[in-house]
């Protein structure tokens, strides 16, 4: 019943708001009816209004119109059924109650009987009904080895592992930045250890998150932290132990005919930023800060033989260092000899720490113009200086590097990078085509 229409019948909780099947009813026009009312409903000095309402639990089912959309109650209907007299519904049978069974007629009973097959279970079966059942049994093998081939398949499907992709060496370069993964799996781990190397080069390549690895790989949050951390320490040793830097001989037997004007150079050098998350501290803030970025960073030095591999990785310092001190503490002046050259950015002023050439653009000086000398070796030098800047993209491509790095793996983050910049050397295609060897 509505907020305004009021039941008026004593101890009736009934309500039409949820059930469709009970419908309400006003009080009759007719004085005599309507005085009937209020004694079958034990209403007294009682005052009806236009919200007074009888529900049709009330009255009996031939007491209502037959064949209209709205219920309607026949003229002098009168409510009887009420809960002081129990005819609001018929009593409940208890279930406890025991319930006698019908008695079987005795011609059913004959019936029945007849209807009866009697086997014998001890006699054999015929030989044909034995190779039928041999048959069946062939098929029902079959049957469950197909079963269960699809649920070891379904159960491939669902884990997120190397061993999915065993088959498809595209979605293997897509998960790993195009490197092809051959390592033998050892099941003593939560995880395999092919799937644990999937892992890391998941997150290196494509830098998911943590919690989003844990969610794929269905193993804990510390566990990939343990894993991610585990297998940079690792392949930091293993491509650390290989020696980069080339000796001189060797640079030049590779030399490209682009740099036949520079022989002598040795290595191509240039900085490169990683944007990092802030850190809370005030004076790390100012220490991480780089105002070539306007961001905090984390700088280190690569350097690039002529031909194109990563023949030098430095650490990783704050954002705030300037070139010329990474330089000086990156230790490559250490293997630079006289006969060597380095080819170098203008920014690097690095003249009075290094003992061999420097392949520079030149300064344009105020007030003055370049020679054409000049121009033609800056035009020189920055059209091939500019194979290092392709190489630190590719360094990049590897998504952990292309984002903010959290604080969270700043402890690692020395290993990942070096990783990342070591496995470009094993990358498939040369940094140009026509270099290819």
């Known amino acids: 019943i509505g907020s305004k229409q009021r039941e008026s019948v004593p101890l009736c909780s009934v309500s039409s708001r949820y059930n469709s099947c009970i419908s309400i009813h006003s009080f009759p026009v007719e004085e005599e009816i309507r005085k009937r009312w209020l004694v079958y409903i034990r209403r007294s000095n009682f005052q009806i209004t236009k919200h007074t309402k009888v529900c049709s639990v009330h009255f009996k089912s031939d007491y209502f119109v037959e064949g209209t959309i709205r219920r309607r ?3 002098g209907a009168i409510p009887t059924i009420f809960e002081w007299n129990r005819e609001m519904q018929p009593p409940r049978i208890s279930v406890w ?3 006698g069974r019908p008695p079987i007629p005795e011609s059913d009973m004959e019936s029945a009987n007849e209807d009866i097959v009697w086997h014998d ?3 054999a079966p015929e030989p044909a009904a034995l190779d039928l059942s041999l048959g069946q049994n062939e098929e029902l093998k079959r049957e469950i080895e197909d ?4 649920l070891e398949q379904a159960k491939v499907n669902s884990r997120f592992g190397l061993q999915r992709f065993s088959g498809s060496d595209e979605d293997i370069r897509f998960y790993t930045s ?3 993964i051959t390592i033998g799996y050892n099941t003593r781990h939560a995880l395999p250890a092919i799937d644990e190397f999937f892992l890391f080069m998941i997150h290196l390549a494509l830098g998911l998150k943590q919690k989003d690895l844990a969610h794929r790989f269905q193993v804990h949050q510390t566990t990939v932290s343990r894993i991610i951390t585990t297998w940079a320490n690792f392949l930091y040793q293993v491509l650390g132990s290989v020696r980069i830097w080339l000796p001189k001989e060797q640079v030049r037997a590779y030399l490209p005919e682009e740099f036949e004007s520079f022989r002598d150079t040795q290595v191509i050098l240039d900085c490169t930023e990683l944007r ?7 004076l790390l803030q100012s220490e991480v800060f780089s105002n070539y970025k306007s961001h905090c960073t984390f700088k280190a030095l690569i350097g690039m033989a002529p031909h194109g591999v990563v023949t030098f990785v430095s650490e990783l310092y704050a954002g705030s260092i300037s070139d010329r001190e990474l330089f000086k503490q990156s230790g490559i002046i250490d293997v630079l000899t006289p006969d060597m050259a380095v080819m170098v950015d203008k920014g690097f002023l690095i003249d009075n720490l290094v003992p061999c050439k420097i392949h520079r653009p030149a300064f344009l000086t105020k007030g003055t113009q370049m020679s054409v000398g000049e121009v033609r070796h800056t035009q020189s ?3 091939l200086r500019v194979h290092v800047e392709r190489l630190i993209r590719r360094v990049k491509e590897h998504k952990l590097f292309d984002t903010v790095i959290p604080l969270s793996i700043s402890g690692s983050i020395n290993q990942l990078f070096a990783v990342s910049c070591l496995l470009i050397n094993y990358q498939n295609g040369p940094l140009v085509k026509a270099w290819a060897q």
């Open 147 to 150: 079963l269960r081939e699809q």
């Open 276 to 282: 990092c998350q802030m850190p809370s501290s005030l």
């Open 97 to 99: 109650e025991r319930r």
């Open 178 to 180: 195009k490197y092809t």
């Open 73 to 75: 109650l026949k003229k």
């Open 121 to 123: 279970y001890c006699s």
């Open 381 to 383: 030098v920055a059209r």
